[in-house]
């Protein structure tokens, strides 16, 4: 049990880390994700609602245990940006289609190790 303690507080601190980094992004350099965005088709008036959702998606995960259906929420919500965010850069062939399907790993281990850990 207490492996698996680790390997949840590992996989979700990474997992949020990312998300935060991420949303980061979103705000502080606003030009390049512009840029990003447009080249994937997307549309640039969801830049900022989509890092504020980011960042109440990891406050969601890590402090409100108690509202699994919210928790849920947020996993199913993180897990739907990864995966689309793996065919946005696998079809425009960037490269970074990997650190996407890398994101969905760990989100499913967090996930389903939360499940077990969580009383």
Not at 44 to 52: D, M, T, W
Not at 90 to 112: K, M, P, R
Request: hydrophobic fraction near 55%.
């Amino acid at each position: 049990m207490k492996i698996l303690k680790i390997v949840y507080w590992i996989s979700t601190v990474v997992i949020c880390s990312f998300m935060l980094f991420i949303a980061a992004e979103y705000f502080f350099n606003h030009d390049k994700t512009i840029n990003y965005f447009v080249s994937y088709g997307y549309p640039v008036y969801i830049i900022y609602p989509l890092g504020i959702a980011k960042i109440i998606g990891v406050v969601t995960i890590l402090f409100f245990n108690q509202l699994r259906s919210l928790k849920e929420w947020a996993y199913a919500a993180f897990f739907f940006n990864f995966v689309l965010a793996f065919f946005a850069h696998f079809l425009i062939s960037d490269g970074s289609h990997l650190g996407a399907f890398l994101a969905i790993i760990l989100l499913l281990i967090s996930y389903f190790t939360g499940k077990k850990v969580r009383p």
